[in-house]
């Protein structure tokens, strides 16, 4: 829906991007598919993840063909009448978009067992996770659109801030927010020692804190303990300050895409729908 929103915002007509949004759908999926089996996640939005239910083979199996059938369907932009050098440009951003995923996953994957990660690693991580498909979305909409890679760049460059500031809104929630807003516990993260932004400012900033997550297991005192240090040292405060910066080169970047029509003001409806959760 997003690909198909800055399509038409950039002036295209949806119905010439659906394969492109059917190939960036499937490419999610198979993401996730793997992603589960690789961090070990039975459960994914509430139901059993796919090698839960059907084995690690299978599953490896189902995600390579996901991963195909996303390349199928960009294969077929042809058919929807959108221009050979067109579909040179999206090529090029979907194979870098691949790339940046595997990057991502790596880093994450790296993470949890690196005692010492920074603030610039984490952005760096996040930006090849979910920004970069968000990234994609909005640039391959506006390729197909205009035609011009250089017009698509403030698209792509809009996604990606977004995708990073709302990861960040997404860990601040994840420790402050309303357990009725976000739907589990606030203290799901710190129990898990998620190394998000805020925590990663405090573990730099707090022995005590390195102290806490040093512990094989956690409880609610430490939990307590956890979130009363991120307090002292304003790692709430740090983080929204993050979060306003890459929300800030967000829009700039949609000011420079300039969409237009209805399109273009669902788009900004959405951006600001988007950051309206509650801490």
Partial sequence: MFLLLCNEAAG?????????????ELLHNFSLVHDDIQDDSSIRHSRPTVWRVWGRPNAINAGDLLFALSYAALNRLDEAGVPPETIMAIWRVFNQTNLELTRGQHLDMR???QSNVTVDEYISMISGKSAALLSACAQIGALIATGDYDRSLPYAQFALNMGIAFQIRDDILGIWGEEAVIGKSAATDILSKKKSLPVLYGLQQSQQLVDIYSKDELNEADVQAAVELLDSIDAKQFA??????????ALQ???QADPQGQA?????????VLFRRNY
């Fill in 264 to 272: 273009g003001q669902w788009l900004r409806q959405f951006v600001a």
């Fill in 240 to 249: 929204m300050e993050k979060e306003q910066l890459y929300y800030d080169r």
């Fill in 12 to 24: 295209g007509d949806w119905h010439q991007a659906l394969y492109a949004a059917a190939s960036v």
């Fill in 111 to 113: 993470f949890e067992g």
């Fill in 253 to 255: 970047s949609l000011d």
